[in-house]
């Protein structure tokens, strides 16, 4: 399944400063397994000792994986994966 | 919690007459707003921006607390001051309290010059219907959530860098919580700041305004207008997410509004330092504050030879850093992003 993944504007460095990566998943982890494979600077960003940080939040078509199923939340072709930091400045 | 109940004046009529021609305010919103108390969290970028559009929307009270003061590079997007109060360095909070005035001598403005912290947030905000979020770090908005949750109180957040931004609105008891949704802050260097991608004046904008929008909703007791999304937008690259976020409540195990557990403002969670957004500069608070007899550290600091102060604050340079310290002995160290460098230069200028 051919999913989009959003990548916002702080870590776009590390996604060699792509706002859009297209990655081939079936869930939620293994799209994000496939983006860090096209860049694994991205692997830092996401994860620390295999577990997502905290501060970083996925969304799959605007809806929060965390009531979902978490990284074996399913994804079919078409859908959108948004990796969304908090803001902090103002 | 308004205890206040007065009644529109003929002044008030005329002057928000057509804020009062939109059906959903009319006469019983304007009056609830003349009624209504608002703590506003920070008088920076986006705080400017919420207390110009709340004071001209007739919020019959404000507290403004601000711990910073105006210099030039604020002008580009804090729409309250002006080259004078940079040139002056005058507190925001008074700064915006001295123009809020002459936009509109029908409401209350009460500047406050201080750090807010675990030990002065209950007080700012426990009698206040609304707390606004104008703030720039997520260590006060985790105690601003904090105090909200555990007094009942709306409070609505609002973020920025560069052209993208976020806001949402917290209603505690029904909403998620900030904690809800971000479990966590990224820490320095993880994630963007004011220093790095910078910030536009329009994004500010945006974001307030929508902030402001969502407080007089809830003012004025239109809870059902709320946006209950997490909403994220750029407005360089034209995009606009609603993000569900209603289910969290309760999916989540929280901290603070499931288990009522404050670690902000129990002091289990928060520094001593903080670093200040786009300034190349650390604050340093005590936990409880002390009082600084400037004239003797004016003394203490004559051999620097540049040494100056107001009753607000006192200046000096020093270690190619700029202090400014203030008379409840928090200072800004400005010219190193490092904590523990600013804490050093703390010790070694000041002391305590």
């Given at each position: 399944m051919s999913v989009r993944v959003q990548i916002p504007t702080p870590l776009r460095p590390s996604a060699g400063d792509q706002a859009i990566v297209e990655v081939t998943a079936t869930k939620v982890g293994d799209a994000l397994n496939h983006l860090i494979e096209i860049h694994p600077a991205m692997g830092g960003k996401l994860f620390d000792n295999g577990k997502l940080r905290r501060f970083v939040n996925i969304y799959v078509n605007d809806e929060d994986i965390r009531y979902l199923d978490m990284l074996d939340t399913a994804i079919k072709d078409g859908d959108e994966v948004a990796i969304i930091p908090a803001v902090a400045g103002g | 919690m308004s205890k206040t109940n007065w009644e529109l004046t003929e002044a008030d009529k005329d002057r928000y007459s057509r804020q009062m021609r939109f059906g959903a305010i009319a006469t019983p919103g304007q009056t609830r707003l003349k009624n209504a108390r608002v703590l506003l969290c920070g008088c920076g970028a986006l705080g400017t921006v919420l207390a110009n559009t709340l004071v001209r929307a007739g919020v019959g009270f404000i507290r403004l607390v601000d711990r910073d003061f105006v210099e030039t590079s604020n002008l580009q997007r804090q729409v309250l001051f002006d080259e004078e109060d940079a040139a002056q360095g005058v507190p925001k909070s008074v700064a915006g309290a001295k123009k809020l005035n002459q936009i509109n001598s029908l409401v209350t403005v009460e500047p406050v010059v201080a750090h807010i912290d675990r030990g002065n947030i209950l007080e700012l905000a426990k009698d206040v219907d609304l707390i606004l979020d104008g703030t720039d770090n997520f260590e006060i908005r985790y105690l601003i959530n904090d105090a909200a949750i555990k007094l009942g109180i709306p409070w609505v957040h609002g973020g920025c860098i560069g052209s993208h931004g976020q806001f949402m609105t917290i209603l505690p008891g029904d909403t998620p919580c900030l904690r809800c949704v971000f479990e966590a802050a990224p820490g320095p260097g993880e994630a963007g700041t004011c220093d790095t991608a910078g910030v536009l004046g329009m994004t500010i904008n945006i974001i307030a305004s929508y902030q402001a929008t969502e407080a007089i909703k809830i003012l004025t007791g239109k809870l059902e207008a709320v946006n209950r999304d997490l909403v994220y937008l750029d407005c360089w690259e034209n995009t606009f997410r609603k993000i569900?976020?209603?289910?969290?409540k309760g999916k989540v195990d929280c901290?603070?509004?499931?288990?009522?557990?404050f670690e902000w403002l129990d002091g289990e969670q928060g520094a001593q330092t903080t670093s200040l957004c786009g300034r190349n500069a650390v604050q340093i608070a005590h936990a409880k504050p002390i009082k600084l007899d400037f004239e003797l550290l004016t003394k203490n600091l004559a051999h620097l030879g540049n040494v100056s102060s107001t009753r607000f604050l006192l200046r000096f340079s020093a270690e190619d850093c700029d202090f400014t310290v203030f008379p409840d002995g928090r200072a800004i160290i400005k010219g190193t992003d490092e904590p523990d460098r600013a804490m050093a230069l703390y010790a070694r200028f000041i002391g305590h």
């Open positions: - | 569900k976020i209603a289910p969290l901290p603070c509004c499931t288990h009522n557990r």
